[in-house]
């Protein structure tokens, strides 16, 4: 069995909810070309975006299961309440339904947004509870109420990991708006290349820190884009913990969760070198698959010579990884992830 941990999937254009183009919030073009938010767009590059579509490419490519995120653009950073609280109803009552209607095929995650701590309560219980979601997407930082610019691990939220840590949920997080939290200008694609992959390295430093894995057992959590920065900074933050321990005082030695069994990461680092290097720092086991399709930055067909596993076979190839390694990488260890077995899938 093949399961694709990161992917995502766009409703119809007629299937959003009229007040979100009103009020510029998300909207998707009826032809079906770019998506929007406020001023900002983006091209909608591949009909997989879209769920028939989606279904048939996962038959090309092999694909029995994929996990579907929550989409960042409705992580809603920086949103007026009510809006939030309206846009994050349609994200969940999307995806529980997509996850309803194609149970063989998908799970759903759902979300909630941190700032306002007592609708994302209310809201995981009632994804938990009454949609049957049991996988959290949270972004890896939100602006606080003194628009303050913090990490998802933060003592600020901790009654969402607590409530996650009761029903047991899987956990992914995900980096967005680093265009708005670092004043560089806005070219390159530097916020996507570089910068996103410096929020999942911060968002992990003080996830580990703060000895969240072991705060909250029952969690499992993976880190998106592979933590990136994380695995390749981890001996700088070693370095900076022992030279000024004044500033880490009550907190925990990084090495302490590097490897932790309810800490996982996705493929999506783009080259079997990088992939290899995460493995070194927390094992083949920990490694679950994505694809991050169809967004053009992830293992999808139509950029350059990218397919969907093309990182797992060149790790194969160069004798990274095992034909086992690969191969749990792609089921068991997405499962475990999820606290799923195959036959759920059924």
């Not at 759903?108 to 979601?133: A, M, T, W």
């Not at 070194?280 to 990218?306: C, H, N, T």
Request: glycine residues 8%; contains cysteine.
């Amino acid at each position: 069995m093949r399961i694709n941990g990161h992917g995502h999937i766009l409703p119809e254009p007629h299937q959003i909810p009229q007040f979100m183009k009103d009020k510029k919030l998300f909207w998707i073009d009826e032809d079906k070309r770019f998506m929007r938010q406020g001023s900002w767009t983006r091209p909608i590059t591949s009909p997989n975006y879209f769920i028939k579509d989606k279904i048939q490419w996962m038959t090309q490519h092999n694909i029995d299961h994929g996990v579907m995120l929550s989409l960042s653009q409705l992580y809603c950073n920086g949103w007026k309440k009510q809006d939030c609280i309206d846009a994050i109803n349609f994200q969940n009552n999307f995806n529980a339904r997509i996850q309803n209607d194609y149970p063989e095929k998908f799970t759903c995650g759902f979300v909630v947004q941190p700032l306002y701590i007592d609708h994302s309560l209310k809201e995981i219980d009632r994804c938990v509870n009454k949609l049957g979601l049991k996988l959290l997407c949270l972004p890896t930082h939100f602006l606080n109420k003194k628009g303050e610019w913090m990490t998802i691990a933060e003592s600020d939220v901790d009654p969402i990991f607590e409530l996650a840590n009761k029903h047991s949920l899987s956990i992914q997080i995900h980096p967005y708006d680093g265009d708005k939290m670092i004043a560089l200008k806005n070219q390159y694609w530097r916020f996507h290349l570089v910068w996103m992959m410096a929020q999942c390295a911060d968002a992990l430093h003080v996830f580990s820190l703060r000895d969240l894995p072991n705060k909250y057992p029952n969690i499992r959590t993976s880190f998106a884009h592979g933590g990136m920065l994380g695995a390749a900074n981890h001996g700088r933050r070693v370095q900076g913990f022992e030279g000024r321990p004044d500033l880490f005082k009550g907190l925990q030695d990084p090495r302490k969760t590097l490897g932790q069994k309810n800490i996982y990461f996705d493929t999506l680092v783009h080259d079997p070198h990088t992939l290899n290097l995460l493995k070194k720092r927390v094992g083949a086991g920990q490694i679950i698959m994505g694809l991050d399709d169809p967004f053009p930055l992830g293992e999808v067909d139509g950029v350059g010579s990218s397919y969907p596993g093309k990182v797992l076979d060149q790790a194969l190839e160069l004798g990274i990884l095992t034909n086992k390694e690969v191969t749990e990488i792609w089921c068991k260890n997405v499962l475990s992830w999820l606290g799923k077995k195959k036959e759920d899938f059924l």
